[in-house]
């Protein structure tokens, strides 16, 4: 049995969860999810301009997870990109930050500061 994701921290929720080519109605076209926390990874390293390891901070993950969830959205949007496709931003295992909230996120069976 897999091991249950950590979820993952992200400071807000996106304004647009929905990109598509201009000019080519949504029925004609193949589409590609974009998770939360991979929309949140792209944020802080490439809008941002943060470290990886600050952005895993942030996050609640190891750099190394920061990096291959980066990775995973980079190729996505890519793809889209390359072939024409929308993509849809919703999903993965988050935990929406709150100004007023910083207690810590922890994985496994104890949750109880999610």
């Known amino acids: 049995m897999a091991r249950p994701h950590c979820p993952r921290r992200i400071a807000t929720?996106?304004?647009v969860v929905?990109?598509?080519p201009a000019g080519i109605p949504l029925r004609d076209l193949e589409e590609r999810v974009l998770p939360l926390d991979q929309y949140e990874a792209l944020r802080l390293?490439?809008?941002e301009g943060m470290p990886h390891l600050d952005a895993a901070r942030m996050m609640g993950i190891s750099r190394q997870t920061f990096s291959r969830i980066l990775a995973s959205a980079r190729q996505?949007?890519?793809?889209?990109?390359?072939q024409g496709m929308a993509i849809r931003i919703e999903g993965g295992v988050i935990h929406l930050e709150t100004p007023a909230k910083?207690?810590?996120?922890?994985?496994?069976k104890d949750r109880s500061t999610i």
């Open 18 to 20: 929905f990109f598509k």
């Open 45 to 47: 390293a490439d809008v």
């Open 102 to 108: 910083s207690g810590k996120v922890r994985c496994g």
């Open 76 to 82: 996505t949007v890519a793809t889209c990109m390359t």
């Open 13 to 15: 929720l996106p304004g």
